[in-house]
């Protein structure tokens, strides 16, 4: 069953749909790019063999033929792009092509009465007043610098039939990207999108789309099973509802829909608020989809319960993945004063084999490498035991690289006056004096 088209599918998705990218509207934009480049680029070769195969005029010019090949009418049909989004520098107010050789008589002078009618006073002195010899410039509208580029042409391909909206009169809008920025994941976030637009297979929505189907809840058996019934509105969830704190009078579950509920809801509650009912709204889907092939009534009440605990999961594992490490980034070696070794160190850790690698290097005041060290460590032990065993708690790339490569051996290595090979260019970049 086919919920929606592909059309709506390919906006973008602070419009309310997923953003996927139109092919003919990309295909088009691509072969607008060629068609700026001949029209810019009269004199390349491709464009003298095109000129001299289908047309004796310029490329703006020319036609679609009949016996031309495909390569040429798809160059005149992503030409139409060009056409409608490019504006000339001069000559405008005369009309959509209009150009600086419509303001000249035959001889090559301005065309005094043409000009006076066609510009305020000022810009007509201006105009008469100013240097022949002025060349047509075309220039593409959606962009600053005036040059065509394929991002600009697909966002012109695909708004060019269309009649979009203001976005701060609908507030549907908003709501699309508050969505999309909630830290919940992708599948719920989906399905509240899903749920928005009507595209769940409730008994209504599937009446909606030509099935066979009776329309009313299949719990309460009293109303019809809308999106917003099936989610929030049957009586089966009054104890998810009490217990939410959100309540809405019979007459609006009723005769609302989803949306305008989602809407009202985010208007009144605070993000977290918000996002626990989203868990809500998946979590009871979850359960309507369960009974509906057995028949058997799951338990709503740890419903709330289980959004809770599903909320803190996730955010727990947001600030693992995106918390502050213990491990410093690797900062850039500065060159010890004359006579003066400098040490550096650094530990590396691999949780899940539970083995741990130090790394040391030793170098001069000319940057040579005068010892450096690889040493493995069975356990994991904690980043500051080993940044202790590493003697200093200097990070340097060299020996961050050190650290890594222990993890891989067995038990320890020295070099003296020389280095492994995995860290020669760091050592070069560090001090390119060190040969």
């Not at 039939?161 to 809008?173: A, E, F, I, Q, T």
Request: with cysteine; hydrophobic share 40%.
């Amino acid at each position: 069953m086919h919920w929606c088209s592909w059309d709506s599918l390919c906006k973008a998705k602070d419009e309310g749909d997923l953003g996927f990218r139109d092919l003919g509207a990309f295909n088009k934009a691509m072969l607008a790019k060629q068609s700026w480049r001949l029209i810019h680029n009269p004199n390349s070769l491709v464009a003298r063999v095109m000129k001299s195969c289908y047309s004796q005029t310029s490329f703006l010019d020319a036609k679609k033929s009949s016996s031309g090949s495909f390569l040429w009418s798809s160059l005149v049909w992503g030409r139409k792009l060009v056409e409608k989004g490019s504006r000339w520098r001069v000559g405008t107010v005369l009309g959509e092509w209009s150009s600086v050789d419509s303001l000249k008589l035959q001889n090559g002078s301005w065309n005094d009465v043409l000009v006076r009618q066609s510009f305020s006073k000022e810009d007509a002195e201006a105009i008469l007043t100013s240097r022949m010899g002025i060349h047509d410039s075309l220039l593409w509208h959606y962009d600053k610098s005036g040059t065509y580029s394929v991002k600009s042409g697909y966002w012109f391909a695909k708004n060019m039939d269309s009649n979009p909206s203001c976005s701060g009169l609908n507030p549907s809008v908003s709501w699309w990207k508050f969505l999309w920025r909630l830290c919940l994941p992708t599948k719920i976030k989906i399905f509240i999108w899903k749920a928005c637009n009507d595209w769940i297979p409730t008994n209504v929505n599937l009446a909606v789309h030509g099935v066979k189907v009776e329309k009313f809840c299949p719990f309460c058996r009293r109303k019809a099973e809308t999106s917003l019934h099936a989610l929030w509105g049957c009586s089966f969830l009054n104890g998810i509802r009490s217990g939410s704190g959100i309540g809405a009078d019979g007459k609006v579950l009723d005769s609302a829909s989803f949306l305008d509920f989602v809407l009202y809801c985010r208007d009144i509650n605070e993000i977290h608020k918000l996002e626990i009912l989203c868990v809500d709204w998946w979590r009871i889907w979850f359960r309507t989809n369960k009974w509906v092939p057995s028949r058997s009534l799951v338990n709503v009440g740890g419903i709330l319960n289980c959004a809770e605990i599903f909320i803190q999961d996730i955010q727990i594992a947001n600030r693992r993945e995106g918390g502050p490490s213990v491990h410093r980034l690797p900062s850039k070696w500065l060159v010890p004063p004359v006579v003066v070794f400098k040490i550096n160190s650094d530990a590396a850790l691999r949780d899940r084999g539970k083995v741990s690698g130090i790394g040391v290097v030793i170098r001069d005041w000319n940057g040579h490498v005068m010892a450096s060290l690889c040493q493995n460590v069975r356990g994991v032990l904690q980043p500051q035991v080993l940044e202790a065993m590493a003697i200093l708690h200097d990070c340097n790339n060299v020996a961050h690289s050190l650290a890594k490569l222990a993890l891989d051996m067995e038990g320890e290595a020295v070099w003296l006056e020389d280095r492994p090979l995995l860290v020669e260019s760091l050592v070069l970049g560090d001090c390119p004096s060190a040969l």
